[in-house]
């Protein structure tokens, strides 16, 4: 069976929907977020499809595209595996990462339960590190209002240097909003400037060491701090992918828009 | 990327190497740490939090997974369910029953007043629509209570507490706890339990869960499973008595949570041996579900799909089995035929030859089982109007059931191979022939085991 | 005052401690992480299941059950009020 360790078929997902005339749209958005945040009922709120929702953890078990309209603008919502981390350890966890970081999301959404909102931030700082078009989704705040929780919004907003956006998914409470959030972000209408997240001094003496390089390898393909980590982490089933993604980009350039 | 781009990303996947070893953090502990600070600080500044250690949440948790009333609670909550289920469904399926098997009759006279052959008026009437009208009224009112209140269930929150109650049984079979939930998945319909069972990352764990979800019960054996227990166990009991019949049932599902744990143990001492691997599991907070939205969902996505999938077999099915049963080779029916080859080893396990028959063509969906079971009987010239569980009853008596006989079918049902959808699935989830057959033969086995010892014991002590 | 170490599961239900480190390698070590099982992280005991095992625990503003196999992987030390 192959489940772990082999690659998470992320090329052939994107690959078949970018060939789907269906899938032919402005703007390719990722959901990603905890298990049980909520994602597949965002997703259910603004593409009107039925994704199977629950509360349990782990139930959105295989990836669900759909699409909205937008102030005229076509937009393809995918829905990830719930994960608390990018650093996979799990099957679900690579699929997340992978289609994140080469799956070329014009934008990723990060459903967060605003009850429980600390352990979801580990998972925001880790989509923000990947990429610039972070959008904090802060979902399930009926419940949050409910256990007299109270979130500053603006002060995250600052703190994070992403937008965020309040939601009450189930009752569509924000979705409009948040779709107006995601065509800034999508489109290039939003400059995005997120905090990255310092870490011990000794790992960004490291991280210094193999920036500068890194950078003309990538050439902007993909982010060279985030690259700089995983290449220090040494986690050679990310590495390998990586690389591919680099040798195929090159290849692929002028088949893309 | 040129050759050249490729060389100097790889002397950097070195150069970074040669970087960690110098360090002298362990670099993935310290990255999660300083991620996590992070976060908590940000929370610190940007949330407000109360003190939680008396919540709504704990209470209920206080009851739902205590010493004393978790386990009692759970049987009690999957009996309420069947109850409902059954009481609720038993006048809206008379309703449904009366209106469909009297349009039959407008049926047959139609076919009468345009001179149709009986040939014809038999494949279309008594075959296909009959089959589809008892399909109709014995699943559709009972799927219609049963999704929304098992849905209610999940939205709620409750399956991983059961899970968590649960998961000892399962850490000492071998299995991974998460495997109770691709279990509870299975009620509604196996496929999509297997399908669930990609929740478990371990390889050898989510094979154990993918041969033994068939151990639970889906929709589409349910109504057997009710229809026998209201004629026969019920009737043990003062009656039909539905408490007893949900009693039954709710039985039923524990011995097959008792046959999976065995079979699970059994295959992680053998085929797929094993350690249990890392288990973590959240429990979420209790969400009221929106009833309305639950309502839709339930009936629409779950009792509609499974039901249109039954049907899509059910109308072929009625078919071919009424042709079978009524064309004969020689003096005798090629059901009569393939049943009486059938009928020895049918009745060393407790059932009889059309009881097997009528499982091996219901291979395709378990909902047509019982409706196959009927027409054959049927077609043995006692022909009578089925339109109540006592004329069912009456005909099953006729063909020299015993309460043995029906306690046998509830078993076989419950432990039988799986529906040919759910193979399917096995075969797509496995990639794997042999995995495939195995979901096929292990609960063959299971079935035919339990049912040849429940018939000679209760032979054996004289009980019938 | 010395403050002894002990593993997570010899936590009483009801009891607070402060993860100190997790003994795990691997696979089950970065799995713990991701959960915030981080050194500092201050984890509450909430409750058993009936057949005492997999204990639950608050991790971070969530409850996540553990069975002792892990738990016991998990050393900490007795949270001081300071
Ligand atoms: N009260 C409330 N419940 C919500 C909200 N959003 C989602 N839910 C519920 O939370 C549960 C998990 O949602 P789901 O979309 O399946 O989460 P996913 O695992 O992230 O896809 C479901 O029972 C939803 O009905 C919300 O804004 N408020
Ligand atoms: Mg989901």
Not at chain 1, 48 to 66: F, M
Not at chain 2, 104 to 133: D, K
Not at chain 2, 252 to 258: E, F, K
Request: charged fraction near 20%.
């Amino acid at each position: 069976m192959g489940l772990t360790t082999q690659s998470t078929g992320i090329y052939a997902f994107v690959e078949e929907m970018h060939q789907d005339p269906n899938f032919n749209t402005d703007a390719v958005i990722a959901l990603a977020g905890n298990p049980n945040t909520g994602k597949s009922t965002v997703f259910n709120g603004l593409t009107g499809l039925n994704q199977h929702t629950g509360n349990w953890p782990g139930k959105t078990v295989v990836l669900a595209k759909g699409i909205y309209e937008h102030r005229g603008k076509k937009i393809t919502l995918v829905d990830l595996p719930g994960t608390y981390s990018l650093l996979a350890n799990s099957a679900d966890e690579q699929v997340a990462r992978d289609f994140i970081c080469f799956g070329n999301p014009d934008a990723t959404v990060v459903v967060a339960d605003a009850t429980c909102l600390e352990r979801n931030l580990n998972l925001v700082l880790q989509v923000m590190e990947i990429t610039p078009k972070t959008i904090l989704c802060l979902n399930l705040i009926d419940e949050a209002k409910r256990k007299a929780i109270r979130i500053d919004r603006n002060g995250l907003e600052r703190l994070l240097g992403i937008p965020v956006v309040p939601t009450v998914a189930r009752d569509k409470g924000g979705l409009a909003e948040l779709e107006n959030t995601i065509h800034e972000v999508a489109l290039g209408k939003r400059q995005m400037n997120p905090r990255q997240t310092i870490y011990h001094q000794a790992i960004e003496e490291a991280l210094r060491e193999l920036q500068a390089e890194l950078e003309e390898v990538l050439q902007g393909k993909l982010n060279s701090r985030w690259v700089a980590l995983r290449l220090l982490d040494g986690d050679s089933s990310i590495i390998d992918e990586i690389r591919r993604y680099l040798i195929t980009s090159t290849t692929q350039v002028g088949k893309e828009v | 990327m040129a050759a050249n781009q490729e060389n100097s990303f790889n002397h950097l996947v070195f150069k970074a190497q040669a970087v960690r070893k110098q360090m002298n953090t362990n670099l993935r502990d310290q990255v999660v740490k300083d991620i996590y600070q992070r976060a908590e600080e940000i929370a610190a500044k940007a949330v407000a939090l109360p003190d939680t250690r008396n919540d709504l949440d704990r209470k209920i948790d206080n009851i739902v997974t205590s010493r004393i009333w978790g386990y009692p609670l759970m049987f009690a909550l999957l009996s309420l369910v069947f109850w409902l289920t059954i009481t609720g469904a038993n006048y809206p399926s008379q309703l449904l029953s009366n209106v469909l098997f009297g349009f039959q009759e407008q049926l047959t006279g139609f076919f009468r007043w345009a001179g149709a052959p009986a040939w014809l008026h038999g494949v279309l009437v008594l075959g296909l629509y009959r089959c589809l009208a008892w399909v109709v009224s014995v699943m559709l009112p009972p799927m219609a209570i049963f999704f929304p209140l098992f849905t209610f269930l999940e939205d709620l929150g409750y399956l991983p507490r059961v899970a968590f109650n649960l998961d000892k049984l399962f850490k000492k079979a071998g299995a991974h706890g998460k495997q109770i939930l691709t279990m509870c998945m299975g009620f509604g319909c196996n496929a999509a339990g297997i399908i669930a069972c990609r929740i478990i990352e371990s390889p050898r764990e989510r094979l154990i869960a993918i041969l033994t979800n068939n151990f639970v019960p889906c929709n589409g054996r349910f109504p057997t499973l009710i229809a026998m227990a209201a004629v026969f166990m019920g009737a043990l009991a003062a009656g039909t008595n539905s408490f007893a019949a949900a009693g039954v049932v709710a039985g039923v599902v524990l011995i097959g949570i008792a046959v999976t744990l065995l079979v699970s143990r059994i295959l992680s001492k053998t085929l797929l041996k094993g350690v249990p691997s890392t288990f973590t599991l959240e429990l979420p907070p209790y969400r009221m579900p929106k009833i309305g939205t639950l309502l839709i969902r339930s009936i629409l996505d779950r009792t509609i799909f499974v039901l249109m999938r039954a049907v899509v077999v059910a109308a072929p099915a009625g078919v071919i089995t009424w042709i079978l049963a009524n064309v004969t080779i020689g003096d005798m029916s090629i059901v009569a035929r393939l049943a009486g080859w059938l009928d020895g080893f049918g009745r060393i396990i407790g059932l009889d030859g059309y009881i097997l028959l009528a499982f091996l063509l219901g291979l395709p969906a378990n909902e047509i089982v019982v409706p196959i079971l009927i027409m054959c009987y049927l077609a043995q010239g006692t022909m009578l109007e089925l339109d109540s569980i006592e004329a069912l009853r009456q005909l099953l008596l006729n063909n020299g059931w015993t309460w043995l006989t029906a306690l046998n079918m509830i078993l076989f049902s419950l432990l039988h191979f799986p529906c040919a959808t759910t193979l399917l699935t096995v075969r797509k989830e496995t990639q794997s022939t042999k995995w495939t057959v195995l979901a096929a033969l292990i609960p063959t086995g299971a079935a035919i085991a339990v049912c040849f010892l429940v018939a000679q014991i209760v032979r054996a002590l004289g009980l019938v | 005052m010395s403050i002894a170490e002990f593993e997570l599961t010899q936590l009483p239900v009801g009891g607070f401690a402060r993860v100190v480190g997790i003994k795990a390698e691997g696979l089950v070590r970065n799995r713990l992480l991701d959960l915030g099982l981080v050194p500092a992280t201050v984890v509450e005991a909430v409750r058993k299941s009936p057949a005492g095992d997999p204990i639950a625990y608050k991790i971070r503003g969530a409850l996540i059950a553990l069975r002792s196999e892990e738990s016991r992987q998990i050393t900490v030390r007795a949270l001081v009020e300071d």
